[in-house]
């Protein structure tokens, strides 16, 4: 019988923190919540946190370390998450990885032009066909915030641009509590009812509370929308150290749990039991401009560090990964988006959202978008590591070469050479006068002519005519009410 220890695979990983780290951190966060508190600007929220224990004064809550030590006992281990045709999809526990599209930028660059201008329902629509084609992109979110329908009612334009150009799972932004119900009203209508909805979810909610340590009315409202109806949810602040964080990372993970915790609280506190992450996102503050930088070392660091904490908990986490800071595609871009992914996949960070984003998190584009799906082969091959055992090894077929022999003919290399060799789509292997005859193409050149390519030759499946005449009459409803 083969040892277990030689056939096990052994993913690449890496921790940031020591077991005693990642206690203290999680410590000083419950230390947070009792002494400094947080404003919740929610008048049932405060109510019910009052009836639980904390110590609520005007807006200003204190929450003991036990009530927050027991909502998250409550909270689920792990979540399955299915696609749009109600196939398990996602299996968010432990240290596996999914990746996933960029949102929420104002600006998209078009996807056949290469035009920055501002995103539309059609750059939304566009971005989601190219994802749902894409092996390596596993859900989606809307590719930025349209701004060319109201803003009051934008998600629901905005989920159906997604869901009609997609099977897979989809992360959605809801910008009101009304919003996201909306948004589960027409989930609901994809997935034959609520209740089916809620035994197979295909969607998750992204509310956002505003660091440090501020939950406002409409954020708790999301909150509580999405727990009556026991669908997952990702409230997740955006910590900027230095600016709304502690300079120190170990300070500003502190705070960043101590806000993930709360968001527990409340979630749980509403509906026990209602799927919720632990999550945050961390960007860098540019001290000499003012702006944030997307994906600094820094950030991956301290989404590792938080991941391992979620992990100790036993929450699902939430990276943020294969975006750039440059306008371009360019070594910048590629470098930083091969760098976030990789260190953020082997922390083990369960849901990588931002494949796709530029200039700090203002464009999306789907260039960016196709060339992050070739890093995400890259990386996966990668974390895959090297397994070990007798067939693997192969003794008997290096005996059969022998020394001056090649293994080219050899079945073990036709069995094994497609899975064993990662070989890429995009990335140039080929001699100098090849890549002349082929057209001198850079990477700029190769993803955009994939990106026309996608658009169109990919045909997404259709909703059912009965679903999508469903999705009409309620957008329909919502603009005229």
């Not at 190219?130 to 915030?145: R, T």
Request: aromatic share 6%.
């Amino acid at each position: 019988m083969p040892h277990a220890a030689r056939t096990a695979r052994n993913q690449m990983a890496f921790e940031v923190l020591t077991p005693y780290q990642v206690e203290e951190i999680l410590q000083a966060a419950y230390t947070i919540l009792e002494q400094v508190g947080c404003k919740v600007q929610h008048a049932e929220a405060l109510k019910m946190l009052t009836d639980h224990g904390a110590h609520v004064d005007d807006d200003a809550v204190r929450v003991p370390r036990h009530l927050v030590q027991a909502c998250l006992a409550a909270a689920p281990k792990g979540i399955v998450i299915y696609d749009r045709n109600g196939e398990p999809a996602l299996r968010l526990h432990g240290r596996n990885t999914y990746f996933g599209t960029s949102t929420a930028s104002p600006n998209n660059m078009d996807a056949r032009t290469g035009e920055v201008h501002p995103t539309t329902i059609q750059d939304i629509a566009r971005a989601a066909r190219v994802a749902d084609a894409l092996p390596n992109i596993d859900w989606v979110m809307p590719f930025g915030s349209a701004q060319d329908v109201p803003g009051e009612i934008a998600e629901v334009y905005e989920f159906d641009a997604v869901v009609r150009n997609t099977t897979k799972p989809i992360v959605f932004c809801g910008y009101s509590g009304k919003g996201v119900a909306r948004v589960y009203e027409m989930a609901a209508q994809v997935a034959g009812g609520m209740e089916a909805l809620a035994a197979k979810p295909f969607v998750i909610a992204y509310p956002e509370p505003i660091t440090p340590l501020t939950y406002p009315h409409e954020v708790v409202e999301r909150f509580f929308v999405a727990a009556d109806r026991r669908q997952p949810q990702v409230p997740t602040g955006s910590q900027q150290p230095g600016a709304t964080a502690p300079i120190t990372l170990a300070g500003a993970l502190a705070q960043c749990v101590a806000e993930s915790l709360m968001a527990v609280v409340l979630v749980q506190l509403r509906q026990k039991g209602a799927p919720v992450f632990m999550a945050c996102n961390f960007g860098g503050f540019n001290m000499d401009t003012g702006l944030m930088s997307m994906v600094p070392p820094e950030s991956s660091l301290a989404l590792a560090a938080q991941a391992q904490i979620a992990q100790a908990v036993g929450l699902p986490t939430w990276g943020l990964a294969g975006a750039t800071d440059s306008k371009l595609i360019d070594a910048q871009a590629g470098a930083e988006a091969a760098f976030s992914m990789l260190s953020q996949a082997m922390a083990g960070l369960n849901l990588i959202h931002d494949v796709g984003y530029m200039d700090m998190g203002m464009c999306c584009s789907c260039d960016m978008l196709v060339m992050g799906n070739e890093l995400i082969g890259w990386v996966r091959r990668f974390l895959r590591g090297i397994p070990v055992d007798d067939a693997a090894i192969g003794l008997d077929v290096i005996r059969k070469v022998g020394p001056g022999g090649n293994y080219l003919m050899q079945k073990q290399t036709l069995h094994h050479f497609r899975e064993e060799y990662w070989r890429p789509e995009l990335f140039s292997r080929v001699g100098r006068d090849a890549w002349a005859q082929q057209g001198s193409l850079d990477m700029r050149d190769k993803v955009h002519a994939k990106v026309i390519d996608l658009l169109d030759t990919h045909t997404p499946e259709a909703l059912p005519e009965t679903v999508a005449d469903a999705l009409k009459a309620i957008i329909t409803r919502v603009a005229g009410s």
